[in-house]
């Protein structure tokens, strides 16, 4: 399946993501995490990069545009992939369907989430990651066994983003009311939109978001 995850910063488009393309044995493309390796290696894109992330905003439409060319032309994307965070505007959502029509392809369907602005600046505050799985925690609702370390990696200490800082988190949504917001209307027009909306436990996300995926465009709501 070719499936984008959409949504504001923190609503958990990583956290099931990382489930969706476990069970369907597609590769996540997370332009954010793609994004922050390029920055660990400090290449060109990453130190150009840096300077968008670290203050909140959207990295340039052509540059994040031809890295999800790249990406998706390889072979474990051949038979589908699930988007994190792409597209992030209208220009985006435009070029990728221009990038799949070459190769005679579509998306099957965008799953949108959304709770509100409070809850999620709670949880990007409280966001953990483990620098070598990636698992996503968090101190308030879903801490590691031992709140410090990675299940997973019982050596590694789990680490807070740079941009969950909150003035940067404060940008990030103001990027996205403006510029990715919009992609709800574009995808409702297109016939596309399948949204989960409420606050359920993760769980009750991932069940609503499989269902939405190979149903009707019908809003679901959890919690
Ligand atoms: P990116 O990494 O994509 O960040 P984001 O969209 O802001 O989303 P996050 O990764 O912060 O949150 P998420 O929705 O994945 O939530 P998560 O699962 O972690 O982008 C970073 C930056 O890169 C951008 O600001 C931009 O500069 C650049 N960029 C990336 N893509 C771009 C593009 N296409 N164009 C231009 N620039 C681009 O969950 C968050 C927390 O909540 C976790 O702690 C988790 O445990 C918890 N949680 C999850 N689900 C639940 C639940 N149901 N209940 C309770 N807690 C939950």
Not at 45 to 70: F, H, N, S, T, Y
Not at 77 to 104: K, M, N, S, W
Request: hydrophobic share 40%; charged share 30%.
């Amino acid at each position: 399946m070719r499936l984008v995850l959409l949504g504001p910063p923190g609503v958990g488009k990583g956290t099931q993501g990382r489930r969706l393309a476990a069970e369907t044995g597609c590769p996540l493309i997370s332009t954010g995490e793609m994004l922050r390796e390029a920055v660990a290696q400090a290449t060109p894109l990453g130190l150009e990069a840096r300077k968008q992330m670290d203050a909140g905003r959207l990295v340039p439409d052509e540059v994040i545009v031809g890295l999800v060319r790249e990406r998706t032309a390889r072979e474990d994307a051949r038979a589908g992939f699930v988007l994190d965070g792409f597209p992030r505007t209208v220009a985006q959502a435009v070029a990728l369907d221009a990038l799949l029509a070459e190769r005679g392809l579509r998306l099957d369907a965008v799953l949108y989430r959304w709770v509100g602005e409070d809850e999620l600046i709670r949880r990007l505050s409280g966001r953990r990651e483990c620098p070598v799985c990636k698992r996503a925690y968090n101190t308030a609702g879903a801490p590691s066994r031992d709140g410090v370390h990675c299940d997973d990696h019982p050596e590694v200490a789990l680490q807070a983003r740079a941009d969950d800082a909150e003035d940067v988190v404060r940008r990030r949504f103001d990027e996205y009311r403006g510029k990715t917001a919009p992609l709800v209307d574009h995808y409702t027009a297109t016939g596309q939109l399948r949204s989960v909306l409420g606050r359920g436990s993760v769980d009750e996300v991932y069940e609503a978001l499989r269902r939405a995926a190979g149903r009707d465009p019908q809003a679901t709501r959890v919690g």
